[in-house]
């Protein structure tokens, strides 16, 4: 139709005309790619919405289980320090507690936490990081991320540094059954403070152990999840969400 009435005014050598026809062709042109790019950008951010949601899931999934795993970490060191102090002690208590006896015998042991972030992996593996928009979201994942793979070898260094205590001395632990009150048996472990005190070899394994599970619970544990709370308070903050995380202006200070 358009190109009908064009070909019409050249003939009739209708200049205004064609003029006209052109500036509408074009406004057309130009008005469709508008709307091509309108609908593409609310496409996008449909898009990044829903990736932030999934990264908002991932990270409750973590706070879950790193919650549940830092009181335990942090009680075990408190104990293992105790055991430490009676160890070295120029004035030692009369015995080791039961408590503190079984944390220094876990002293070597200590699992990954856990610190999978699959959106954000999925991301990177296709290429598709530019999704997300936000670019304090984007860098604190990869920021969170490079640290995350960091925090596990050194995490897996520190594990396999570690000397398990009952299996290369035994002769300092008594190992019994004990039944508890809801009838369900448990091992009791006793220390024998002073045959410990005496062993030298024994001593230097029980600091080594002491050095290894303070690194794993300030930096592998702690330090992470300071920095997955700082990436939780971007997406909560990007969402619109109310967070009890690090607000944005205290996440851009250094640790």
């Not at 949601?53 to 970490?73: A, F, I």
């Not at 507690?97 to 991301?123: K, V, Y």
Request: aromatic share 6%; net charge negative; charged share 25%.
């Amino acid at each position: 139709m358009i190109l009908s009435r064009i070909s019409r005014a050249l003939k009739d050598q209708n200049w205004l005309a064609v003029g006209i026809e052109f500036v509408i062709v074009i406004l057309g042109v130009v008005i469709g790619f508008q709307i091509s790019n309108w609908n593409q950008v609310q496409s996008d951010r449909r898009g990044e919405t829903e990736l932030l949601r999934r990264l908002h899931n991932d990270l409750l999934v973590l706070d879950e289980g790193r919650d549940q795993l830092s009181p335990l970490y942090a009680n075990l060191l408190d104990r293992v320090l105790t055991a430490r102090r009676a160890l070295l002690s120029e004035t030692p208590p009369p015995g080791l507690e039961t408590q503190i006896c079984a944390g220094l015998a876990a002293s070597h042991d200590f699992d990954q936490p856990p610190d999978s972030l699959p959106t954000i992996e999925e991301l990177i593996a296709t290429g598709r990081m530019d999704l997300i928009r936000d670019n304090v979201v984007r860098e604190q994942a990869l920021s969170t991320l490079q640290l995350r793979d960091f925090a596990r070898s050194v995490r897996q260094n520190l594990f396999e540094a570690q000397v398990s205590l009952m299996s290369a001395h035994p002769e300092h632990f008594t190992l019994s059954l004990e039944t508890r009150p809801d009838g369900r048996e448990s091992v009791r472990i006793e220390c024998d403070l002073d045959s410990m005190r005496a062993d030298p070899a024994f001593l230097a394994d029980t600091v080594l152990n002491t050095r290894g599970l303070t690194d794993f619970v300030s930096f592998p544990l702690s330090f992470v999840d300071t920095h997955l709370d700082r990436l939780h308070a971007e997406v909560d903050e990007a969402l619109g969400l109310e967070t009890g995380h690090p607000a944005r202006s205290e996440a851009e200070t250094p640790s």
